[in-house]
């Protein structure tokens, strides 16, 4: 039972744009920044976004994340079939001295 | 280039015991907090543990405190996870780390702990 709480999977086809919601508490997404994960099959887990909606250098601009409150969300625009993963949200959580991550969602690019 | 190298993975019966080591280049270690992450087969990401620069504060997952040690040697460039009386739930891909708070950008490429008889 993940701590961050997101949908199991989504799906679209080339081209459109998807998003993936994250949900957590006011003892982590609440009070401090959200952070996502791309994770290719077989591969350690990249960071995509960083302080809610930063990117790292080499990270395309069809990635972007916000946050509100509890709740976070990362979207994809332009969707590629290399985009095909599982991507997790992650937040510091004030009371575990460590960070908690979402339970990951698989997109599958149609 | 940052580079994180894990080694020491493999199968280990239940109740046993198993050191994992980080082998760290491209940056200098004694600068930064380090960690230890595990992904159970087809599971998600799990935070296990955080030591300090100077290995003054020590951080641990409830799932593992009282288990598991993390310990560093900066003249080694070295961070190591020693694992007792291991468990079938402890078996996962464990990656070394360097972050900050949840931003973590540089992962090692794994290594495979099996606990089973």
């Known amino acids: 039972q993940s701590v961050l709480t997101q949908p199991p999977s989504v799906s679209a086809t080339p081209g459109q744009r998807v998003t993936i919601s994250c949900s957590g508490s006011?003892?982590?997404?609440?009070?401090?920044?959200v952070n996502w994960y791309q994770q290719l099959p077989g591969t350690a887990p990249k960071l995509l976004i960083y302080?809610?909606?930063q990117r790292p250098s080499g990270v395309p601009d069809r990635f972007s994340g916000s946050k509100s409150g509890t709740s976070a969300s990362l979207a994809i625009s332009g969707l590629q079939s290399e985009d095909e993963a599982d991507y997790y949200c992650?937040?510091?959580?004030?009371?575990?001295?460590?960070?908690?991550f979402g339970g990951g969602t698989k997109l599958t690019v149609l | 280039e940052v580079q994180l190298v894990e080694s020491g993975g493999g199968l280990v019966q239940p109740g046993g015991s198993l050191r994992l080591s980080c082998a760290a280049s491209?940056?200098?270690?004694?600068?930064?907090?380090m960690r230890w992450l595990r992904q159970a087969p087809g599971g998600g990401l799990e935070w296990v543990s955080d030591?300090?620069?100077?290995?003054?504060?020590?951080y641990y997952a409830d799932s593992v405190k009282g288990r598991f040690t993390i310990s560093r040697d900066n003249a080694k460039n070295s961070l190591y996870l020693e694992m007792n009386s291991l468990r079938g739930e402890d078996t996962a891909v464990y990656y070394c780390?360097?972050?900050?708070?949840?931003?973590?950008?540089?992962w090692g490429q794994g290594t495979l702990v099996t606990v089973s008889s």
């Open positions: 491209g940056f200098t270690l004694s600068n930064y907090n």
């Open positions: 006011s003892a982590n997404i609440g009070s401090n920044n």
């Open positions: 030591i300090s620069s100077n290995s003054k504060n020590l």
């Open positions: 780390a360097r972050g900050t708070m949840a931003t973590i950008p540089n």
């Open positions: 992650a937040a510091w959580h004030d009371s575990l001295n460590g960070p908690v």
């Open positions: 302080d809610n909606n």
